[in-house]
């Protein structure tokens, strides 16, 4: 009943910051068959693509509310090889964060990025200027600089974070 009650107060939340700040991104439920939970995803992501556009990789932001985590996913299309150890490289104005995958070895394209509390205070107090992602087995690189709309979708997430755990 309590995990119930947290989704509706954190939906009545944000679809009130939504409409009536307009500063934090849509969110939708999705029930997450790993953990056995719904949790909270971004309808937006952040995507990096080669030139040529055969290499494509979402960025989405995960909000489990049963064990209160904040995750950064990523989702990857066209990379040779498989997921191991990756690393998200975020630029800001002052400051560079690295995040290394922390799940197994697999080839469905999925990385699961765990932020500490340090690292979610940062991502919420500061603008991203440029994000990396490089594959941990092949060592492929793809980066792209954020736009101003997309340069504080972390810290949105972050704020959204912050308003389903208190």
């Known amino acids: 009943m309590w995990?119930?009650?947290?989704?509706?107060f954190l939906f009545v939340a944000l679809t009130y910051t939504v409409v009536v700040n307009g500063t934090l991104p849509a969110y939708f439920t999705h029930y997450n068959n790993d953990t056995k939970t719904d949790s909270f995803f971004c309808a937006k992501t952040i995507t990096l693509s080669n030139e040529k556009n055969t290499v494509t990789i979402r960025i989405n932001v995960e909000i489990n509310l049963k064990n209160t985590q904040f995750f950064i996913v990523t989702e990857c299309d066209g990379i040779k090889g498989?997921?191991?150890?990756?690393?998200?490289?975020?630029?800001?104005?002052?400051?560079?964060?690295?995040?290394?995958?922390?799940?197994?070895?697999?080839?469905?394209?999925?990385?699961?990025?765990?932020?500490?509390?340090?690292?979610?205070?940062?991502?919420?107090?500061?603008?991203?200027?440029k994000?990396?992602?490089?594959?941990?087995?092949?060592?492929?690189?793809?980066?792209?600089?954020?736009?101003?709309?997309?340069?504080?979708?972390?810290?949105?997430a972050c704020k959204a974070y912050q308003l389903a755990v208190n």
């Open 3 to 8: 995990v119930k009650s947290k989704i509706v």
């Open 82 to 129: 498989c997921n191991e150890n990756d690393i998200l490289t975020f630029y800001m104005e002052d400051e560079e964060m690295q995040l290394t995958s922390g799940q197994e070895f697999n080839c469905r394209g999925v990385s699961v990025f765990t932020p500490d509390s340090r690292q979610i205070q940062s991502l919420m107090k500061n603008k991203i200027i």
């Open 131 to 156: 994000v990396r992602f490089q594959n941990g087995r092949s060592m492929d690189y793809y980066e792209l600089a954020l736009n101003e709309d997309e340069s504080t979708y972390f810290m949105n």
